[in-house]
């Protein structure tokens, strides 16, 4: 019987695993059906086993040819009402647990289902006559609506983040990028936005793309702006520290002994954020607020003080894990400190100084 076919052996007598496998391989080549097929076969052959050969494996091997015979059956991707019997018989005569053919069936289903649905999704659009194909396919391969929807859901899931790592691959995410991406979401009925980090990454590098190729994006500052002027972004929780200068040792009050005053009330809470002490090298911190990147200048705003650099006044700028140095023509340097789009920010200053 397909998908059968004898095979030669030497043991006659007293069977080991291999033995026992191969003349249970051959009955069910011999036999025109399947329901010819009895429980006193099996148990005629496994009585035949050597002592060693224990319940387990002879079980892993009946498994085995039920997978075969279902492989058989799926070959047209489709079961029939004769194949479910034919199938229900061997269960009955394998004694197959009903956990063992659950598991053998959703594999091999799964894996076609999923097969066609990879098919289907390969231009990202899934047309009325492909969704009226799956369904008919769910049909006949008797697949319930659960199993169908999960597959579903992953299959589509998996191809729109093969697109957006596509898209994403060189680090940036242009216009173009993002309305194909918003294309396939839509057509699949996927929200791209759902997992934070894809929408953390997306963002990310739409923002890349747009400070070194299109329009810099724009938000509302919450200071007053010249009105030339528009805010391209702004960042909270920065700490602002600047180079203590040399001063005179006899002079008993000075700006900085008036900084070291506020630094006092500052510290407390400052320790509480664990973002940074009161003196890194020889800076010394100033406030801590917002800053604002405009198109002429950047914006620091604290609660006490606020300071603004002129793109044309930088000289440089240097990058650290936590924050970014800023460097005048003056010799004066600004230490801005925080712990999140560093990178944005550098894009950000390396376009405005040369715009």
């Keep these: ?41 099996i148990e005629a052959i496994t009585n035949r086993c050597l002592p060693d050969v224990s319940q387990i494996q002879i079980y892993d091997k009946l498994a085995g040819f039920y997978r075969i015979y279902l492989e058989y059956c799926l070959v047209d991707k489709k079961l029939t009402q004769d194949e479910i019997k034919s199938l229900q018989h061997l269960k009955r005569v394998f004694l197959l647990s009903d956990k063992t053919v659950k598991s053998i069936t959703s594999e091999l289903i799964s894996q076609i289902y999923m097969a066609e649905l990879q098919t289907v999704l390969e231009d990202g659009v899934i047309t009325s006559e492909e969704a009226s194909f799956l369904m008919k396919l769910r049909r006949d391969l008797v697949l319930d609506n659960e199993s169908a929807e999960k597959l579903y859901e992953t299959a589509t899931r998996d191809f729109l983040n093969k697109k957006i790592a596509e898209a994403l691959e060189d680090e940036r995410l242009t216009e173009e990028e993002e ?141 650290y894990e936590n924050g970014i140095k800023i460097l005048l023509g003056s010799g004066a340097k600004h230490l801005l400190q925080f712990n999140d789009k560093i990178d944005i920010v550098c894009l950000l200053i390396n376009r405005l100084m040369y715009s």
Excluded at 9 to 16: G, K, Q
């Design 179 to 319: 309305a194909e991406l918003t294309r396939i979401a839509e057509s699949l009925n996927i929200d791209i936005y759902h997992d934070k980090r894809t929408r953390e990454l997306l963002e990310r590098y739409r923002i890349y793309w747009l400070i070194e190729n299109g329009q810099l994006p724009v938000v509302l500052g919450q200071i007053p702006f010249n009105p030339d002027e528009e805010c391209h972004y702004m960042i909270n929780d920065v700490l602002w520290y600047e180079e203590e200068e040399k001063k005179d040792e006899s002079e008993t009050m000075n700006r900085f002994t008036m900084r070291r005053r506020l630094n006092k009330l500052l510290e407390s809470s400052v320790r509480k954020t664990g973002l940074s002490d009161v003196r890194i090298g020889n800076f010394l911190l100033i406030e801590k607020g917002t800053i604002y990147f405009s198109n002429s200048k950047i914006y620091f705003q604290g609660e006490h003080n606020g300071m603004f650099i002129e793109y044309e006044n930088i000289s440089g700028f240097e990058v």
């Design 1 to 41: 019987m397909e998908p059968f076919r004898r095979q030669e052996h030497l043991e006659s007598s007293r069977l080991t695993v291999a033995g026992a496998t191969v003349e249970i391989n051959n009955l069910l080549a011999a036999i025109p059906s399947l329901f010819q097929l009895s429980q006193v076969d």
